[in-house]
């Protein structure tokens, strides 16, 4: 008996069907928004005390969840990843929807791993923007950043755009070789700025106030919050470039009608009593407004300050 063969049309009939059953699959899953039909996920990085974060930001996605859908079977989920790399697969994955953060791993996540794209920018503790200021203890022999070479800088946290990310790809930009220690070394290459990291501000201060280091760097809201002593005790060197305090992004492929719909909830929430209340559980969260000049600059501004840091 001879085979039967199917000609070029009846296969592609079959074709067509077998992928329209794919589609049909995928979508049933989807509600006409995007979004899974049972949960909008809101997400964060971080690799410790994630249960108590779940609960700092539960009310808020909840409350977004409530204003984006009448219907009452979806709910607002917060999603911890342990870190930004973390984070951007689940976008990816479409396991997250939308997620806050500081400048760099904004930059990470939205321009190096293509997951998401800016939406918002975040007021966080009452501020809009903020800078880094990489400072010295008065009447030292550091007077100028050239004297930074050969010497060792403490910054705060390896995970902190105003406490290192920031001022270190600010001093690349200048032409500074950066160099990590292990601990305050007492010889470093005069060709090279070494850099420790001291996990919390009080530390930081103390190292530079005690001359173990020769610099630090922190944000200038944490410069604020000294006494005016140590303030008095200090030189800043040098000032960076003032970038958004926290930044919202949606996911890459998340329709434009519900990115839309979720800016204006987010923009006015601010302005009634429990949104308030709501938004400063969401870790001191104060409102949300438009990006500065729009997407287009605000992602500009974040290539250009850490992009180049890292390509030299």
Request: aromatic letters at 8%; a positive charge.
């Given at each position: ?188 290459s005069p060709g090279e700025v070494g850099y420790i990291f001291a996990y919390s501000q009080e530390k930081l201060v103390d190292l530079v106030l005690t001359k173990q280091a020769a610099a630090g760097a922190f944000s200038n809201d944490d410069y604020a919050a000294l006494d005016e002593k140590k303030r008095s005790d200090i030189t800043v060197l040098a000032q960076t470039e003032r970038l958004p ?68």
């Amino acid at each position: 008996m001879k085979r039967q063969r199917h000609r070029p049309s009846t296969l592609i009939a079959i074709a067509a069907l077998l992928f329209g059953v794919i589609l049909g699959s995928n979508a049933a899953g989807q509600t006409r928004d995007g979004v899974g039909d049972k949960t909008i996920s809101l997400g964060i990085a971080s690799d410790i005390n994630q249960k108590e974060i779940e609960g700092h930001f539960r009310d808020f996605v909840r409350y977004v969840a409530r204003k984006l859908f009448s219907k009452s079977d979806i709910e607002g989920k917060v999603v911890v990843a342990p870190t930004m790399f973390e984070l951007a697969k689940l976008l990816e994955q479409k396991q997250v929807d939308f997620y806050m953060e500081s400048p760099y791993p904004t930059y990470v996540i939205n321009n190096v791993h293509g997951a998401a794209k800016l939406l918002l920018r975040r007021w966080k503790g009452g501020m809009a923007e903020y800078q880094s200021l990489i400072f010295t203890k008065r009447n030292s022999e550091i007077k100028r950043l050239e004297d930074l070479r050969g010497k060792i800088v403490a910054f705060e946290d390896p995970g902190s755009t105003s406490g290192h990310f920031l001022p270190k790809f600010f001093l690349s930009r200048n032409g500074f070789k950066l160099s990590e220690k292990s601990r305050l070394e007492p010889n470093v290459s005069p060709g090279e700025v070494g850099y420790i990291f001291a996990y919390s501000q009080e530390k930081l201060v103390d190292l530079v106030l005690t001359k173990q280091a020769a610099a630090g760097a922190f944000s200038n809201d944490d410069y604020a919050a000294l006494d005016e002593k140590k303030r008095s005790d200090i030189t800043v060197l040098a000032q960076t470039e003032r970038l958004p305090r926290h930044l919202l992004s949606v996911r890459r492929d998340l329709t434009p009608a519900l990115a839309e719909r979720l800016a204006e909830i987010l923009l006015s929430m601010h302005e009634d009593e429990e949104g308030r209340r709501i938004l400063q559980k969401a870790d001191g969260t104060t409102k949300f407004d438009m990006l500065p000049g729009g997407e287009t600059r605000v992602r500009r501004q974040l290539l250009e300050t850490f992009y180049s840091a890292e390509k030299r």
